[in-house]
Each structure stands twice: as structure tokens, then as C-alpha cells.
């Protein structure tokens, strides 16, 4: 085996050896002759000698060499052309081994039709009639924002007919109801001229063309002009059309009006990716914004990315700008074009702004991704529930029940809420012990579950898939009763779970099942059984309080609740009104009260 490979290594070497030294394009062929990479270089000869005369750095890279059968490479005059010409055949044949780039055919355009009285609208499909096609944008709500913007200050028709002078002139069109509610001032019955539908498209243009200034400055002229003509209501409908437009103006501009056709680039990367910017400024406002995720195959350097990032960004919207902002020097040149690392100033906010945009397109990247993640070992937990009790559907929603009384006194229980494996705090819910006497768990347990299901049955409410009871056979069997009488005993799952030793039992079987101590379903379901009793626990803790301090200020003769309300607000505790002095309590519930309490405390010192 190794003697065929240094045969292949061998062929491979005498290729090299007549590689030209100019620049161009190589490509890595596997076995099966397909292309496995594709790359660049200023001297093609020593770039791909660089692959089998050294070691490789890294494993990938190692790798794709023992997976090279063939070279072909292309020359080209100049580093630029190899540039676009690498761009392009990693467009089309998508190497294994390269960055992957993805196509532009799905970007959006706004078209401004070649026709009379021309239309303007979106498209995806740029055809070749003379007709002025502004983007491509990476966003399509930009271009809803720029069309509807257009309808709210410009009267645009929006039928297809052929609006020639003979066909107006002959009456072939009517108005439609785009006329009658003031959206069109129909041009398809001569009732608009040519030339000023086309004052509008001009102006339209300019816009896109990111000249919103001197839109601005000749609606203002205009808008004097009119008032001072005393036309009023023109103008104030100019008014209200120049406010939309400053307003988009405001949202867009950015530094510097005098910062004209700019590009601007930023990059940050990882281990697997690298994430790349791209702002074009047009008279100091965004016209397009973008980024980009690029996979890593290659443990490719940050430089080599950005450079490969500007080619394919700048072909795939289509920008010749002559100025680009870089962070760094990314080691290509274009004829024409300057590349600028600004240190200060307003191109130096530019490139900040972009670098603030990739970074935190990069954390929303991450973000979706711990979510995913965080999703997916959620359902797993909700598998082994599903699959360790049984169950027929996946228990995302899960509540749990808990009594909590001493001797009888203060009877409580406790529900909680589990949504995805998770407690949903802002659904837990207390109930207070309405109608069992003494201590009875079966009868509370049976009337919390009544209270809780025929509550949600009447609200229309979503049930929950499990239901777990805190307690042994009895209180399940109390609970199933309350499920029963509601009819709902067929459409929630529901388990008991004792204590002792961790026993889970199921509605009418007597042999409970033991769940493997260290199961991913046991330790939610013992997490969902501990938080019901802390939380019943901690409200049967503030009754008992209450009722303490309650019933031994209430037991003074002559003090009522609302004298009770007033004392503790003011003196904190019932410590602290026993220690205050007449004149303090004076202060608070007048003198008669103040006797009696004082009375009190003193006839009863413990």
C-alpha cells in the first residue's frame, strides 16, 4: 500500500516540477476524478510544491494530501483574476475540502421597469430589457421598507398594462380602485403626464441610488414654494412625505455624507468558522449590509478568509466600489481599488460599527445553536420518563402534588409545574384545605386534584401528560378518584411515588416499579417531588406564622385586626410591640387601646 502511494507521490512531484511560476488557479482531483479542493496562488509552483516537500501543519491538511490523485491548474494575468476565478469554481463544484460558499440566486432586486410610465417592484429574476435593476439586497424586508416608502410619497401604478400614448389616446384602460383611493392619479386615462410620473422615477432613483440628500433638499424648495403660492394643502402633503423620508434617512445615515461608495469589511473566527461583515456606504448611509457564516475546512488563516470573503461578497452583490475598509491588510490587490485600515475619524467608526455587527451575529449564531443543544437534552430527559414509565406521548408538561400539615392544624398542599424538564415557577399554585377536617391526606390529596383538573377542564386550559402524586398507594388512589369523577382519568398519566424507597406506583397496580437510581427520569421525578414539598412547606411556615401572631395579638381584649394590621406594620413583630412603651403604642392605636395592651403583656409574662 505504501509503495502505491509513493508511486502517486512520485507521478504528483514530476506534475509540479512543470508548473508554471505565474499566478493561477490549481485543483485536487481524488480518485473517482472528482475535485476535492481548489485554490489560489501568485506562483503556482511553489504553492502546491508547498503541499508535498514539507510536512503538512495540520491533520486536515495531511489528510487531502493522501487524497490527491491528479493536479490541474489554470493561469491567469494577474492575483485578482485567480481570485474571482477560485471564487467562481468553488461556486460551481463545491469542494469537499474549501470553504463552502453558497450561491446568490435567491437575493432580491428593486427593479425600475423600461416601459412608459415605468413600475417599480421587487424580483428575484433580472432580465436583460434596459430596465434599472438596484441591489441585490440581503434583506427582503429591506425591500417591502423600500417599496412600501416609495407608495407613502410617490403616486405609482401598479397594473401591467402597456401605457404607450396611442393605447391611452384610443381609451383602451380605466381607472381602477388604486385611483379612487388616492394611491395612482391614472395614468391609464391620461389624467397624469409623462413627464411628471417620470419626476417621481428620477427621484425614486436617487433614493436607491442612496442620494436621499438631494431628494430632500428639492422636496424642502419645493414645499417653500408651495406655500409661499399659498397652496397649502400641497404643500402640506409634501410635508408629510419629506417627514417619511427623513425619518428613513435618520435610520440609514451613518458617520459622514461626504463618505461616498465605500465597502467596508470585518471578520472574527473560531475553530470551525469565520464570520464575516460587509457594510456598503453610499453618501454617508447603509444601502446594503451583510454577513456571512463561512465554514472552515482547513484550518484556512484569518487572512486567506477575508480575502476569499471580499472576492465573494463583492461579486455576489455586484459592488465595484473603489475605497475598502479592512481591519487588517488582507494580502490581495485589485486594479483601481485602495484598501484603507483607518486608525481614527469616521471611517474608523465604520469599520467599529461593522465589527460590533459581525460580533454579534457570531453570539446569536452561538446562542441558537446552546439552544438547540439545550432543546435537544431536554427531550432526552423527557424520553426516559417516556420510556421508563411507559408513557403513551412525551411528558413536556409535568405537575406535582404535596399535602403539608401538622397534627391537622393549617392544612395545605402544594402543585407544581414543570414545562420541558424545567419548573415553571410563575404556575405553581397553593391551595388552602377547605373541606376535610383534621388530618386526612387521602381526602385533601383528592380535593386539590378535584379543585385543580376541574379548573383547567372549565377554562378550557391545556391538561398536563403526567401528573405526579407525593405519597404511596393511598394518596394515588385518592387522586385517580378526583380524576375519575372529572373524566379525565383517560387523558392524563398519572403516578404515585413514595418515599421510602423511591417506589413508583401506577392506578390499579399493586407492585410498584423500581427505577434505576441513577436514571436521568428518576432523579426529575425526585427533583418535581422536592420541589413541591419545599414549596408546601414554606406556605404552611407563613400560615403557621400568621396565625401565631395573629391569634396573640388578636387575644388581647379590645384589639381587633385592624388595630392587629396597624401594630405590625409599625413595630414589625409581636416582639416588637410586647418591648414598645405606652407612648409609642399611644402613637399608633390612641391611648385606650395602648392601656389594654400594655395590661395584657404585663398580667401575661411568660
Not at 417653500?224 to 427623513?246: G, N, P, S, V, W
Not at 389594654?596 to 409574662?605: L, S
Request: with cysteine.
Amino acid at each position: 500500500m505504501n509503495e502505491i502511494y509513493q508511486g502517486r507521490l512520485s507521478y504528483l512531484k514530476e506534475l509540479i516540477k512543470v508548473l508554471p511560476e505565474g499566478p493561477g488557479v490549481y485543483q485536487y482531483l481524488d480518485s473517482a476524478g472528482n475535485i476535492i479542493y481548489v485554490g489560489k496562488a501568485k506562483n503556482l509552483k511553489k504553492r502546491v510544491s508547498s503541499y508535498f516537500y514539507r510536512t503538512p501543519d495540520n491533520a486536515k491538511t495531511r489528510i487531502l494530501v493522501r487524497k490527491i490523485y491528479d493536479i490541474r491548474h489554470i493561469v491567469v494575468n494577474s492575483e485578482e483574476d485567480a481570485l474571482l476565478l477560485e471564487n467562481n469554481l468553488i461556486k460551481k463544484y463545491q469542494p469537499r475540502y474549501n470553504v463552502l460558499l453558497k450561491d446568490d440566486k435567491s437575493f432580491p432586486w428593486i427593479v425600475v421597469k423600461n416601459e412608459p410610465f415605468p413600475r417599480v417592484f421587487s424580483t428575484r429574476r433580472i432580465i436583460k430589457d434596459g430596465s434599472y435593476y438596484f441591489g441585490p439586497y440581503t434583506s427582503s424586508g429591506m425591500v417591502r421598507t423600500l417599496i412600501d416608502l416609495f407608495r407613502q410619497l410617490y403616486f405609482l401604478r401598479t397594473c401591467r398594462h402597456a401605457l404607450t400614448p396611442e393605447n391611452i389616446a384610443k381609451g383602451k384602460f380605466k381607472v381602477c380602485l388604486e385611483y379612487h383611493i388616492g394611491n395612482c392619479k391614472g395614468p391609464c386615462e391620461g389624467l397624469q403626464k409623462e413627464e411628471d410620473y417620470n419626476l417621481q422615477i428620477e427621484e425614486i432613483k436617487n433614493i436607491l441610488k442612496g442620494n436621499i440628500s438631494s431628494v430632500i433638499k428639492y422636496m424642502k424648495e419645493t414645499m417653500m414654494k408651495l406655500a409661499k403660492d399659498f397652496k397649502f394643502e400641497e404643500a402640506e402633503e409634501i410635508k408629510q412625505k419629506l417627514l417619511t423620508l427623513e425619518g428613513f434617512q435618520s435610520k440609514s445615515t451613518i458617520v459622514n455624507p461626504k463618505i461616498n461608495d465605500v465597502d467596508v469589511f470585518s471578520i472574527i473566527e473560531d475553530k470551525k468558522s469565520a464570520y464575516v461583515n460587509f457594510l456598503k456606504i453610499v453618501n454617508g448611509a447603509i444601502i446594503q449590509a451583510h454577513t456571512i457564516e463561512y465554514k472552515k475546512k482547513m484550518d484556512e488563516d484569518i487572512k486567506s478568509l477575508l480575502a476569499l470573503a471580499i472576492v465573494d461578497i463583492r461579486e455576489r452583490l455586484h459592488s465595484n466600489s473603489p475605497e475598502i475598509i479592512v481591519p487588517f491588510n488582507p494580502g490581495i490587490e485589485f486594479s483601481g481599488v485602495k484598501f484603507l485600515i483607518p486608525k481614527k475619524g469616521d471611517k474608523k467608526k465604520l469599520l467599529e460599527l461593522s465589527e460590533r455587527n459581525v460580533k454579534y451575529y457570531r453570539f446569536e449564531k452561538l446562542k441558537q445553536q446552546a439552544n438547540r443543544t439545550k432543546s435537544s437534552r431536554e427531550n432526552s430527559i423527557l424520553e426516559w420518563v417516556k420510556r421508563d414509565l411507559h408513557l403513551n406521548v412525551l411528558p413536556i408538561h409535568i405537575e406535582c402534588f404535596d399535602n403539608s400539615n401538622i397534627q391537622g392544624h393549617h392544612p395545605v398542599a402544594a402543585c407544581v409545574v414543570f414545562k420541558n424538564g424545567k419548573p415553571a415557577k410563575n404556575e405553581y399554585r397553593h391551595f388552602n384545605i377547605k373541606t376535610v377536617e383534621g388530618p386526612n391526606d387521602f381526602a385533601s390529596m383528592e380535593e386539590v386534584v378535584y379543585r385543580r383538573y376541574s379548573r383547567l377542564k372549565n377554562e378550557g386550559q391545556p391538561l398536563p401528560q403526567l401528573v405526579v402524586i407525593d405519597g404511596g398507594k393511598g394518596q394515588l388512589g385518592s387522586a385517580v378518584k378526583a380524576l375519575r369523577e372529572l373524566d379525565l382519568i383517560d387523558q392524563i398519566n398519572i403516578i404515585g411515588i413514595a418515599k421510602r424507597l423511591e417506589e413508583i406506583y401506577f392506578p390499579g397496580d399493586p407492585v410498584p416499579l423500581y427505577i434505576d437510581k441513577n436514571s436521568p427520569s428518576l432523579k426529575l421525578i425526585q427533583h418535581l417531588r422536592n420541589e413541591a414539598h419545599r414549596f408546601g412547606i414554606t406556605f404552611h411556615r407563613q400560615k403557621r406564622s400568621k396565625a401565631f401572631i395573629n391569634s396573640k395579638l388578636e387575644d388581647i381584649p379590645g384589639i381587633g385586626p385592624q388595630s392587629v394590621k396597624k401594630l405590625l406594620t409599625h413595630f414589625k413583630s409581636v416582639n416588637g410591640v410586647k418591648n414598645a412603651s405606652l407612648n409609642q403604642l399611644k402613637e399608633v392605636v390612641g391611648e385606650a387601646r395602648a392601656k389594654k395592651i400594655v395590661r395584657f403583656f404585663t398580667e401575661n409574662v411568660e
